[in-house]
């Protein structure tokens, strides 16, 4: 058996199986980068629009909060619930879309599921007392989770929606921060916290042509359920039955979009640049009886710390999650310890990873061969790369969606589409003509913060933070920075970087937000801020361990390896603690119950 099938690692030719993967990854490779993607803005700002919930009318506010929180996701979410449970009840929370949820609130494509159990996905469960309805459920739920979490925590009392940050600045005069938006208002806040996302501006293409087309357009994130029928409930996509639909994109969000307008469109046709690996998602609905058992006093603390010590340090002895994301990493480690203890040297540990990964990937092209049923189709959906080159999806209807008789595979072998026309899309001289096209081309990463946040921070003496981070990130704990005193970023740089479910990250930056407020709160302090020394030590930690654990240069270029473009040296210092998430979260933990407050300044 080849390459591509099922057989085992140990029967591949590795140098062929490197070759291949170097050679599709090269075929990819654009000098351009990220450039070339399109800004949303101008022709289209209207891909930015809100077509979920109206914008209400209101009056500025110009008055003063204790803590300004600026996004409205799950970062938001979390700080505000936890600094409620702080007694600390003056929070605002500031979101461009029309409610809480961030990323659910944006995208309501039908299909669309979280991707890692939803029994760690789904923050404060045990405080909100909710059962996930599946294994992995599917938006609606989630962002009605967002909203239970906003009116539990009394969150939506000052909230701000529709309301875009246009500067926030430190006022040295007041000991507050004063911030400013696009709907005139113009108030301080004591603390701010920033939370805005590393995916929630979204991004076009840059085809030629792509101004041309005349035919119905959207981006998934602002999905058109008024041009398809249906609804992000899953109903069918019913005024779709007599279009020609094109879909530009094949990654976690087409993965899940496709199968609901393979059954729908009358043609659709799928442009591909590069496949996703597709592993087995085996979803199910959680039953009443078990969750009982397993929802004790903390139980969603341990499953998060067993989901994390399962996938890097390989402490625990059982797995709860049971999934492809811990598949991978128990296949890893099984081979690292077959390895006698005197050859777990660096490149015999690194063999034996790439051994596991072999396998791994050759049973998931395996899977593509045994599901479509058209043998070419079958090949152009295999994907040459190793799992963690980009983000692994699973879904049980993705592959089956190219057995449809009306949806075909458009492979552009890399290269990606050649221009858009008025009334299609071309492809190596072919024009495809349809009625709609659907971009699903994901969302800015690796474009400057300040372009994505809609600002940029200015802090003490009017230095902003894009100059203070233009030689790398500098933080402690990625949460504060000196120079910039009472703010405090949720983000996984520079903390446990733990990219595989990337919730458990914010949960507990909240309760490092929680912890130091409520601990200025009890000692008067009306200034909180990191001091260079701990700062730079902290830096100092992080540059000394392997830096961004994911997608490295050897990759097929996206959005984890900077669209394979070298991001030099100041790559580096986005990395996370060098010890691995789960040494981070207990270290974390400790230095908050110390009461200490280890390299922070209260004044």
């Given at each position: 058996?080849?390459?591509?099938?099922?057989?085992?690692?140990?029967?591949?030719?590795?140098?062929?199986?490197?070759?291949?993967?170097?050679?599709?990854?090269?075929?990819?490779?654009?000098?351009?980068?990220?450039?070339?993607?399109?800004?949303?803005?101008?022709?289209?700002?209207?891909?930015?629009?809100?077509?979920?919930?109206?914008?209400?009318?209101?009056?500025?506010?110009?008055?003063?909060?204790?803590?300004?929180?600026?996004?409205?996701?799950?970062?938001?979410?979390?700080?505000?619930?936890?600094?409620?449970?702080?007694?600390?009840?003056?929070?605002?929370?500031?979101?461009?879309?029309?409610?809480?949820?961030?990323?659910?609130?944006?995208?309501?494509?039908?299909?669309?599921?979280?991707?890692?159990?939803?029994?760690?996905?789904?923050?404060?469960?045990?405080?909100?007392?909710?059962?996930?309805?599946?294994?992995?459920?599917?938006?609606?739920?989630?962002?009605?989770?967002?909203?239970?979490?906003?009116?539990?925590?009394?969150?939506?009392?000052?909230?701000?929606?529709?309301?875009?940050?246009?500067?926030?600045?430190?006022?040295?005069?007041?000991?507050?921060?004063?911030?400013?938006?696009?709907?005139?208002?113009?108030?301080?806040?004591?603390?701010?916290?920033?939370?805005?996302?590393?995916?929630?501006?979204?991004?076009?293409?840059?085809?030629?042509?792509?101004?041309?087309?005349?035919?119905?357009?959207?981006?998934?994130?602002?999905?058109?359920?008024?041009?398809?029928?249906?609804?992000?409930?899953?109903?069918?996509?019913?005024?779709?039955?007599?279009?020609?639909?094109?879909?530009?994109?094949?990654?976690?969000?087409?993965?899940?979009?496709?199968?609901?307008?393979?059954?729908?469109?009358?043609?659709?046709?799928?442009?591909?640049?590069?496949?996703?690996?597709?592993?087995?998602?085996?979803?199910?609905?959680?039953?009443?009886?078990?969750?009982?058992?397993?929802?004790?006093?903390?139980?969603?603390?341990?499953?998060?710390?067993?989901?994390?010590?399962?996938?890097?340090?390989?402490?625990?002895?059982?797995?709860?999650?049971?999934?492809?994301?811990?598949?991978?990493?128990?296949?890893?480690?099984?081979?690292?310890?077959?390895?006698?203890?005197?050859?777990?040297?660096?490149?015999?540990?690194?063999?034996?990873?790439?051994?596991?990964?072999?396998?791994?990937?050759?049973?998931?092209?395996?899977?593509?061969?045994?599901?479509?049923?058209?043998?070419?189709?079958?090949?152009?959906?295999?994907?040459?790369?190793?799992?963690?080159?980009?983000?692994?999806?699973?879904?049980?209807?993705?592959?089956?969606?190219?057995?449809?008789?009306?949806?075909?595979?458009?492979?552009?072998?890399?290269?990606?589409?050649?221009?858009?026309?008025?009334?299609?899309?071309?492809?190596?001289?072919?024009?495809?003509?349809?009625?709609?096209?659907?971009?699903?081309?994901?969302?800015?990463?690796?474009?400057?913060?300040?372009?994505?946040?809609?600002?940029?921070?200015?802090?003490?003496?009017?230095?902003?933070?894009?100059?203070?981070?233009?030689?790398?990130?500098?933080?402690?704990?990625?949460?504060?920075?000196?120079?910039?005193?009472?703010?405090?970023?949720?983000?996984?740089?520079?903390?446990?970087?733990?990219i595989a479910n990337y919730p458990h990250n914010l949960s507990d930056a909240a309760k490092t937000?929680?912890?130091?407020?409520?601990?200025?709160?009890?000692?008067?302090?009306?200034?909180?801020?990191?001091?260079?020394?701990?700062?730079?030590?902290?830096?100092?930690?992080?540059?000394?361990?392997?830096?961004?654990?994911?997608?490295?240069?050897?990759?097929?270029?996206?959005?984890?390896?900077?669209?394979?473009?070298?991001?030099?040296?100041?790559?580096?210092?986005?990395?996370?603690?060098?010890?691995?998430?789960?040494?981070y979260f207990h270290y974390i933990e400790a230095w908050r119950q110390s009461g200490k407050f280890?390299?922070?300044?209260?004044?």
């Amino acid at each position: 058996m080849g390459q591509g099938t099922g057989s085992s690692s140990h029967t591949l030719d590795k140098d062929a199986l490197r070759a291949r993967y170097r050679a599709e990854r090269d075929k990819r490779l654009r000098p351009e980068g990220n450039e070339q993607y399109i800004e949303i803005k101008g022709l289209f700002a209207e891909y930015l629009s809100d077509p979920y919930m109206p914008v209400v009318p209101r009056a500025p506010k110009t008055d003063h909060v204790t803590f300004a929180f600026i996004g409205g996701g799950f970062s938001g979410l979390l700080a505000g619930a936890r600094l409620a449970q702080a007694d600390v009840t003056d929070v605002r929370i500031l979101d461009k879309a029309g409610d809480f949820g961030g990323t659910w609130y944006w995208n309501r494509y039908p299909g669309a599921q979280c991707d890692t159990a939803s029994m760690i996905y789904l923050p404060l469960l045990e405080e909100t007392g909710h059962q996930p309805t599946e294994k992995y459920v599917h938006a609606p739920e989630i962002l009605e989770h967002c909203r239970r979490i906003g009116r539990q925590f009394g969150l939506y009392d000052k909230a701000l929606f529709h309301t875009q940050a246009k500067s926030v600045t430190w006022d040295e005069g007041v000991k507050a921060w004063r911030i400013t938006t696009d709907r005139g208002d113009n108030f301080t806040a004591q603390f701010i916290g920033l939370g805005t996302g590393p995916l929630h501006v979204p991004k076009l293409p840059g085809i030629p042509g792509i101004k041309d087309f005349q035919g119905h357009a959207f981006h998934t994130s602002r999905w058109d359920y008024d041009y398809t029928g249906g609804d992000p409930q899953g109903a069918p996509l019913d005024r779709l039955r007599d279009k020609r639909v094109a879909i530009i994109g094949t990654g976690a969000t087409a993965v899940q979009c496709i199968p609901h307008l393979a059954r729908s469109a009358h043609t659709l046709y799928v442009f591909q640049r590069t496949p996703s690996s597709v592993d087995i998602r085996n979803n199910g609905p959680i039953d009443a009886d078990w969750f009982a058992k397993v929802a004790g006093p903390g139980w969603q603390d341990r499953w998060l710390m067993n989901f994390t010590g399962n996938m890097t340090s390989g402490t625990e002895t059982e797995d709860l999650v049971q999934d492809g994301w811990t598949d991978l990493a128990h296949r890893i480690r099984a081979r690292i310890f077959a390895l006698p203890p005197e050859q777990r040297l660096p490149a015999n540990m690194w063999a034996a990873y790439e051994d596991a990964d072999n396998e791994k990937m050759s049973e998931i092209r395996a899977r593509a061969e045994a599901v479509v049923r058209d043998r070419q189709t079958a090949e152009k959906l295999k994907a040459w790369y190793r799992q963690l080159c980009k983000r692994p999806c699973f879904h049980d209807a993705y592959l089956q969606a190219f057995n449809e008789p009306g949806t075909h595979l458009i492979d552009t072998d890399g290269k990606g589409v050649e221009r858009i026309t008025a009334r299609g899309v071309v492809v190596a001289g072919t024009e495809y003509d349809v009625d709609c096209i659907i971009y699903a081309s994901g969302f800015e990463v690796g474009t400057p913060l300040e372009r994505r946040a809609g600002f940029d921070l200015v802090g003490r003496d009017g230095a902003t933070l894009s100059e203070y981070w233009a030689d790398g990130m500098r933080s402690l704990h990625g949460v504060h920075v000196h120079g910039f005193p009472n703010a405090f970023f949720v983000q996984t740089a520079q903390g446990a970087n733990f990219i595989a479910n990337y919730p458990h990250n914010l949960s507990d930056a909240a309760k490092t937000i929680a912890a130091t407020v409520r601990h200025a709160r009890e000692t008067g302090a009306r200034v909180v801020e990191v001091t260079k020394e701990a700062e730079d030590k902290w830096v100092s930690l992080i540059l000394s361990g392997p830096g961004l654990m994911i997608g490295s240069q050897d990759c097929t270029p996206g959005y984890y390896n900077n669209e394979g473009q070298d991001r030099g040296p100041v790559a580096k210092s986005y990395g996370g603690y060098p010890m691995g998430p789960s040494a981070y979260f207990h270290y974390i933990e400790a230095w908050r119950q110390s009461g200490k407050f280890e390299g922070l300044v209260f004044g």
